[in-house]
């Protein structure tokens, strides 16, 4: 039996560094310090697990060796005219470079799990830029928090305990030390331990940025609420916006995905843009998956751009709407997928799953998944920051070393050595070798 102290969570964008995981042979048996969530990925990480390829033959998955799994898997790719490459937010940015390489190779559309969670978050920032810090000045320095349109005691459950509210920093010793404030549409249980709940009408978080941005100039907000918020609140909540030694805006879906999309950004980096003459305000957005924020970090390396790329005219194009993965599939242009790490026929809109079902269909991933069970190859992975090592992002952009600690199901790879051998493999075959 033996202790691993130290360890990254390879679950939620907050990337966990300190968990405790005993290992009995090869099995972890016991975990210190997780939320619920991370107990749930390592005691559980051998349930409904697939141990062998598989390949379609007479409309049945049958179990074949890793090599013709590979081999299956390169032909599908290398014959398709325009395949799609989705997920990537759950493996290693070492495999996620090699995904981007056979993207290339094959001259199809790669996209990543932000198209339909932080799509707007990068949309955004890429106009203009995001003003963020690390986590560890959050957790040293700031007094005030702000969650908007994010839940962390449901979402991200050690966020607040780790590195806000409930965090001992340098500066920042105790929960009296800080102020917390929660912008939603509802009464979260965030909301429930905030000293400020403001209640945004739906779909009306760009007027109340916009109100606050009048507020800190003290320009006359002629009506009595904006977005369902009296303007005493307002202008109260952007006095203490203004009087805060280190403000910190955290914000999620209820943001990113409400009517504005990547508007409600632009006006959210404003106000902190506007925010920082007056002191020191910072904004993160609550990234989900373990290494969503490394995708697109590894995408624009390669790329320049952060998901929804299109290499089928031999170079990188970007045009979210209409090369992202949903798009591509809706509109049935695509003849084969890959996926890895992800199950987007559990939550892809219906048409786009029809149209992946309908071409051949390659699945990489540690788990069965309601893809998997439609696809025509199936590959086994290890899990990255449990049975192998690799590098991941944390959603406020900090590169940690995850490291395998456990045993991998006998004869199953990393994603990466995985990629790799597909990558060989199109290259003999287009080669001709
Ligand atoms: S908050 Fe996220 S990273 Fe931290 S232990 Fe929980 S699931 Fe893991």
Redo the contacts with the bound molecule.
Sequence with gaps: METFTGV?????????DD?EVTVEKGNIVKVK??????LT?YLNCNRDRITTPLIRENDKQVVVELPAAIERAAKILSDAEYPVLYGWSSTSAEAIGLGIELAEEVGGAIDNTTSVCHGPTTEALQELGLPGCTLGQVKNRADLIIYWGSNPLQS????MS?YTIGAEGRWRKSRDDRTLVVVDVRRTYTARVADYFIQVEPNRDYELITALRMALRHEEIEQERVAGVPVEDIEELADLMMSCEFGALFYGLGLTMSSGKNRNIDAAISLVRDLNRWTKFVMIPMRGH?NVNGANIVFLWHTGYPFAIDFSHGYPIYAPGATSAVDILSRGESDAALIISSDPAANFPRRAVENLFKNPLIVIDPHRTVTSMRADVVIPSAFVGIECEGTAYRMDGVPIKMRGIAEPPKGVLPDEEILKGILTEIRRLKRGG
């Design positions: 990254t969570c390879p679950f939620c964008g907050c990337l966990c968990i310090n997780g939320c619920a969530y991370s990925k991200h459950l050690r966020h780790r373990f």
